[in-house]
């Protein structure tokens, strides 16, 4: 079954910073999916990728899926509070849009 | 916007009740999934959905149950509820259009089993 793993587990950045967090699988990735969910809240959508190489970006968040397929990025630059909360990668698997997830990276951001 | 609905934020049951989790979405999707989410366990798949009335076991299926009578409708059952079935439980629902579609969530509900 595919595993993914997320780097780091967690991170306090200061407000302006920027940082990356990493999404890495055990096999192939046929997409790759960004969420952000907030503490005690549910997932919110923010970026699907689907070719090697691919790049996307959504204000001052960017992700990228590698060549091999095998690693996600996700960047965020001059961070902000509103950054802050849990960000989990997901993967289809199996078949009937399915995903497997990674276990999360916990941002905090302080002032 | 996709409108995924959990009837409930919080939850407190007992032991030994039979627990109704509920779910609504708004954008005629097919699929719908339940999920469940601890600290350091992630989320976990618990049952999906690909049709009115189909159903399918995802990882952990194990003391729970689901109908799907209606599209738009996905409810969780705890047949039994047990103290280790205390958690964070979501919903998602995603189109079955061609190629990858992300999933949709709810806002979850906390659950507490005493």
């Known amino acids: 079954s595919q595993e993914l793993e997320q780097s780091p587990q967690s991170l306090i950045v200061q407000e302006g910073k920027n940082l990356t967090i990493n999404c890495t699988s055990s096999k192939t990735l046929y997409g790759l999916y960004w969420y952000k969910q907030k503490y005690g809240e549910g997932l919110i959508f923010l970026m699907m990728?689907?070719?090697?190489?691919e790049e996307k970006s959504h204000e001052k968040i960017t992700a990228k899926l590698d060549e091999k397929k095998q690693q996600s990025s996700l960047h965020i630059t001059a961070s902000q509070p509103s950054h802050a909360g849990i960000y989990l990668c997901?993967?289809?698997?199996?078949?009937?849009?399915?995903?497997?997830f990674g276990t999360g990276t916990q941002l905090k951001v302080e002032l | 916007d996709v409108k995924v609905t959990q009837s409930s934020r919080y939850l407190v049951k007992r032991t030994g009740e039979k627990v109704f989790l509920e779910c609504v979405q708004d954008?005629?999707?097919?699929?719908m999934f339940w999920y469940r989410q601890d600290p350091g366990l992630g989320l976990r798949l618990i049952y999906f959905?690909?049709?009115?009335?189909?159903?399918e076991k995802g990882d952990i299926p194990e003391g729970y149950s689901v109908s799907r009578e209606k599209k738009e409708r996905f409810s969780l059952i705890l047949e039994s509820a047990s103290t280790n079935q205390t958690s964070m439980y979501l919903c998602a629902s995603s189109t079955r259009d061609r190629g990858n579609q992300p999933q949709h969530f709810g806002d979850g509900t906390r659950l507490s089993i005493l």
């Open positions: 954008m005629d999707h097919e699929n």
């Open positions: 997901g993967a289809p698997t199996g078949g009937g849009n399915k995903l497997t």
């Open positions: 990728l689907q070719k090697g190489g």
């Open positions: 959905s690909y049709d009115v009335k189909m159903k």
